[in-house]
């Protein structure tokens, strides 16, 4: 009895500190979203329901005003509109990386990245010169006599969505490249050598199994289109405010922090809905490379 | 061998000098081969010998830099694989993860054939009740074992009747027993549908066992070509010989002829007797000795006997390791610089121990000279 009772503590020390070790190394980041991420997302939530007294009336207002249904559905339709357009945009450009070798892949990827370490306000302040009144393209319409008096460009619908699908193309080629270079090219082949033109083996085989990842990109496109922020107010006219800059309108001009907070919270909502469903039916897993099953 | 009525359904190909090069490094280098019309065709050889790059050649998913292949005396240099009518297995089956057992196999109907809907489906259930999977048709690829897979790749291959089948190293990924078992399938279905296979193999026993010819592929080179026991009996060269079967290769020098009985010099100086060599030889050249174990037969030295160490077809040496393998004991006997193999009946091993002094004998005949060339693997046999 006396050994194992002298053993067994040593052995119980050597042992405590490789279960620490995880805990240790995740301490520093978790410390980190707790302070600076979920606080202040309690406190957000705590704001939005106790900003006069305790009640659901700033989520009431955000639900009965005519203004936020406006700008909710301006969001989510900007949002779809820009995630198809990126998609559309974004495969060709991901499918030629992934049938690409070597230097001319390498060159690729940098002008798919280039524009990426852009910063997100220098982008959308580049359209100003592309598409304002004497910008360069209403300029060069002019020149050659297409047109008299300058396009209405800036200021649309049409120009927040081109400076969104510019801001969200770079990511969606990313994420449809890692997803298309995960398809076995062997079965390529074997399409091929059953029978398939080319097309045909793009068609019943590469392209299905690309869906996934089609699926995995338009989530995370139509999420960060949510949020966008810069660009509509930039680029488009009160028409297409979206609920980014009614929120930022509500917190910082108006002073309204219980329905900011409310409206930022049912984004919050919204969000992580449409994580979850994906979730549910694909795997969020397949985002970050993991395994299909 | 018995398919003379269905051989017409197999086509003949031809390769003709083909060359394809990586580089600088040949990946095949100078290849012909004919292979006839129907028959089963195994290309073997170690890993980077060239007959994976001469599959893909004939597949089309490779073009040759040089050389020409002719499917039933037609070339197919500008064909498209899609169009060379080819069924072929993949090493690793190749399935169509997002099509069920049913739609994998009918794909090749649906894009090369001009069959209607019932007749397709008519067909695909002949293939899947050929490979024993009717009952499977409606599961996805993932929700089958290993063997299965390979059973559906099989059926898929063959579904629109292909004149020629290439299949892969399809049984790599498979354990040893399901592994015979699939070779037994692959010869049955083989012969029912009477298609020529072209099968790429490093594994020599299922080359022997499947084969009616098989090409023996060393350093993007044909090494030798024959039926699986010309191989195994009469290799022309020192890598076919150590490649296929156990083999003791000794490096000797010819020291005369007198009449039919060669007689060369090992190492250590002793004298053996050999069989005629098969490639031009004379007195003073270098050239390998190639006794297969199962040749020699063994036994403990007696004291009283007082035998010449090494002479005829005799040689004495020490007994190193001893080795179960079920129906014999495999023995490692070392002899001058050499490490030969021998092999005794399970019964009779108990009577030899390591260190023991073992007489090894022959007939001559079985003393088979082969060519002194850079392509063996030399220190194979080297005693430690």
């Known amino acids: 009895m006396t050994a194992i009772a002298e053993h067994a503590p040593p052995r119980a020390q050597a042992v405590q500190p490789q279960r620490a070790m995880p805990a240790l190394l995740l301490l520093p980041a978790l410390t980190w979203i707790a302070v600076f991420f979920l606080l202040p997302l309690v406190l957000m939530c705590w704001r939005s329901l106790a900003a006069d007294g305790y009640s659901f009336k700033a989520y009431w207002i955000v639900f009965s005003s005519p203004l936020y249904t406006k700008v909710m559905l301006t969001t989510l339709e900007s949002a779809s509109i820009a995630t198809v357009l990126a998609l559309l945009l974004a495969y060709p450009m991901a499918y030629t990386l992934t049938i690409t070798r070597g230097v001319w892949r390498g060159l690729l990827l940098m002008f798919v990245f280039i524009p990426y370490w852009v910063d997100i306000i220098v982008r959308t302040f580049s359209w100003l010169i592309l598409l304002g009144d004497h910008g360069l393209i209403n300029g060069l319409l002019r020149k050659l006599g297409i047109v008299h008096a300058p396009l209405p460009l800036l200021y649309s619908e049409f120009a927040v969505l081109v400076g969104m699908v510019q801001i969200l193309l770079p990511l969606t080629i990313v994420v449809l490249f890692g997803a298309m270079l995960r398809i076995d090219r062997t079965l390529i082949s074997a399409a091929k050598i059953h029978g398939a033109s080319g097309w045909n083996a793009f068609r019943t085989v590469f392209f299905p199994l690309s869906l996934p990842g089609v699926y995995g990109a338009a989530l995370l496109v139509f999420v960060l289109s949510l949020g966008f922020y810069v660009t509509p107010a930039l680029l488009g006219s009160p028409r297409q405010t979206m609920v980014a800059q009614t929120i930022m309108v509500e917190a910082s001009e108006l002073l309204e922090w219980g329905q900011a907070s409310a409206a930022g919270f049912i984004l919050l909502v919204i969000t992580t809905l449409i994580a979850a469903i994906y979730n549910r039916y694909f795997s969020l897993d397949r985002l970050w490379g993991g395994s299909d099953a | ?384």
């Open chain 2, 1 to 384: 061998m018995d398919r003379s009525a269905d051989t017409a359904s197999g086509a003949q190909i031809r390769l003709r000098n083909l060359y394809k090069s990586y580089g600088e490094v040949a990946a095949v280098d100078d290849v012909s081969l004919d292979v006839p019309a129907g028959a089963f065709v195994s290309l073997l050889g170690p890993s980077g010998s060239g007959k994976t790059t001469t599959l893909n050649l004939i597949a089309g998913f490779l073009t040759p830099d040089r050389g020409d292949i002719l499917i039933d005396n037609r070339s197919v240099a500008d064909v498209p694989p899609h169009k060379r009518n080819i069924g072929m297995v993949f090493q690793s089956y190749s399935l169509f993860p997002h099509m069920t057992v049913a739609d994998n196999v009918g794909f090749p109907l649906r894009m090369r054939s001009k069959l209607t809907r019932d007749e397709a489906k008519k067909r695909i259930a002949e293939m899947l009740a050929l490979v024993q999977l009717s009952h499977l048709q409606t599961r996805y690829p993932r929700q089958l074992s290993g063997g299965q897979q390979q059973r559906v790749a099989m059926a898929r291959a063959l579904v629109s009747r292909p004149r020629l089948l290439l299949m892969d190293e399809p049984l790599g990924a498979l354990d040893k027993k399901l592994r015979e078992q699939m070779q037994t399938e692959i010869r049955r279905i083989h012969r029912s549908v009477g298609t020529t296979v072209v099968y790429v193999t490093h594994d020599q026993s299922e080359a022997l066992t499947m084969s009616d010819l098989v090409v023996v592929m060393h350093r993007a080179r044909i090494a030798q070509i024959g039926p699986p026991n010309a191989l195994y009996e009469t290799p022309t060269n020192a890598f076919v010989a150590d490649f296929i079967g156990d083999s003791n290769l000794i490096d000797v020098a010819i020291v005369g002829v007198v009449g039919d009985r060669w007689t060369v010099k090992a190492g250590d100086g002793a004298l053996i007797h050999a069989a005629p060599p098969a490639f031009a030889a004379s007195a003073g050249d270098h050239a390998f000795l190639l006794i297969r174990p199962e040749d020699m037969t063994v036994r403990p030295l007696t004291k009283s006997a007082q035998e010449t160490p090494m002479q005829g077809e005799r040689i004495v040496g020490i007994l190193k390791e001893r080795s179960f393998h079920g129906d014999v004991f495999k023995l490692s006997i070392a002899v001058g610089g050499d490490l030969l193999k021998a092999r005794v009946a399970r019964e009779d091993g108990a009577s030899f121990e390591v260190g023991q002094q073992i007489v090894l004998t022959w007939k001559s005949a079985a003393a088979r000279l082969l060519p002194a060339s850079d392509d063996v693997a030399g220190g194979r046999n080297a005693a430690p």
